[in-house]
């Protein structure tokens, strides 16, 4: 059990932080920087109200970079007969997703709680501000990573997958925006529990929806 | 080899509307190989999907005994990574096994990225894979699909000598697939 669990993380995390010829884990982060970077260009260089925002225009970025590599989460193991082969090797399906939003977050959210210590500089966060930032984001990242892959193992085959992805997580992510950023409101670092709680359920549910998906896409 | 036997009873196979089969039942025991034939979308690759599991019969029941190896028209290898890393994944899942890439033809290809190797040669990595996976059981779709002479020599060889060491192969194919004691299905008798 253990170097098979081995073996598929290895893999996973080949493939999401190489990722193959699809652009690998500095393609979100990239973007998230580059959201952060043209933010103060847009809004101007009005210290105390980017200070005021900052906060929850790196939640936004951070949610739609997570959208990014939607589509290479399942697709292409589906495509290439790789889920067939483990369930012949009864290697359950709610397992390989486990491993896989593992991966994913690894792929991401770390890189993203890293990339925002340079973002909130440039909109001028710091101090107890940023910790709350970071804490948010370790608290919603696994969330978005676990939503990420259910999306992607539901959307798996139809046609237009990748947009219909993007546009099913966005509302679905909702409750972790509404959270994480609202911890940084003055009297609302509650929101950050909340925000932890809904990535939990998440978590809890994916392996089920995403293995039944992918089951159901089968027949 | 581990012990290993199929049983179908009374299958049918439903694709949307249309009834592909009905009343299709075969056993196979530890050494025999069976052969299914039949024209283009009469429902031999369906059948290979039940009888692994991947998809539900529409109606009648399938009994496997022994764990179960596919080869498909997708070899299931990471089309980036050089073969030799794709196969070395498997190698991985399904315990170390002697190494028989050589004999069919894939030393030199090692180094090669999965996608620029021929369809041919995508099917001796496919075969390779399965060699490794040391199921008693395989199940074969179009497996001469894309192979030179030599290569469907050789894989039938293979089919042969699982077969001797007590395997059971079921084949795919609407070529001819040359194999000592093996029965054979053709498809259209079942056709509603």
Not at chain 1, 111 to 125: E, F
Not at chain 2, 155 to 161: F, L
Request: hydrophobic residues 55%.
């Amino acid at each position: 059990m253990n170097g098979q669990f081995l073996a598929l993380l290895r893999r996973d995390l080949a493939q999401l932080f190489l990722g193959g010829r699809r652009g690998g884990a500095l393609l979100p982060v990239l973007f998230f920087l580059a959201v952060a970077m043209l933010y103060p260009f847009a809004v101007g260089p009005d210290a105390p109200l980017l200070g005021k925002t900052g906060g929850g225009m790196i939640w936004v970025a951070a949610l739609l970079a997570a959208i990014l590599p939607l589509d290479r989460l399942i697709e292409p193991d589906l495509e290439l007969g790789l889920f067939d082969q483990w369930a012949l090797r009864g290697i359950s399906e709610e397992w390989l997703v486990s491993v896989r939003v593992l991966a994913h977050w690894l792929s991401f959210g770390p890189p993203l709680m890293l990339a925002a210590l340079p973002a909130s500089a440039l909109v001028g966060i710091d101090g107890e501000k940023l910790r709350l930032v970071e804490i948010g984001l370790l608290a919603g990242t696994p969330g978005l990573a676990a939503l990420g892959v259910m999306v992607a193992a539901i959307t798996a085959g139809l046609r237009g997958g990748a947009a219909l992805g993007g546009l099913l997580v966005i509302p679905l992510a909702v409750p972790l925006l509404v959270f994480g950023a609202g911890s940084l409101a003055t009297g609302g670092e509650s929101g950050l529990a909340l925000c932890g709680a809904f990535s939990l359920v998440l978590l809890a549910i994916t392996p089920f929806a995403a293995g039944a998906a992918i089951r159901a896409g089968r027949s | 080899m581990q012990e290993c036997r199929i049983a179908a009873r009374d299958l049918a196979c439903r694709r949307g509307d249309r009834l592909l089969f009905a009343g299709l039942s075969f056993a196979l025991q530890a050494g025999q190989a069976l052969q299914l034939v039949g024209s283009n979308g009469i429902g031999k690759s369906s059948l290979i999907r039940i009888l692994a599991g991947l998809m539900p019969a529409y109606a009648g029941t399938v009994e496997v005994v022994g764990a179960l190896g596919l080869v498909d028209e997708r070899p299931a290898l990471d089309p980036h990574l050089p073969l030799g890393q794709a196969l070395a994944f498997w190698q991985r899942l399904d315990g170390p096994h002697d190494n028989r890439a050589a004999d069919l033809g894939l030393a030199e290809l090692m180094d090669v990225p999965v996608r620029y190797l021929s369809t041919g040669q995508k099917k001796r990595a496919a075969l390779a894979r399965l060699i490794g996976q040391a199921a008693p059981v395989w199940l074969l779709d179009e497996p001469l699909n894309g192979l030179d002479t030599r290569g469907a020599a050789l894989v039938m060889d293979m089919v042969a000598g699982h077969c001797r060491e007590g395997g059971i192969a079921v084949i795919a194919s609407h070529q001819p697939f040359d194999v000592a004691d093996k029965q054979q299905i053709e498809l259209k008798d079942f056709v509603r």
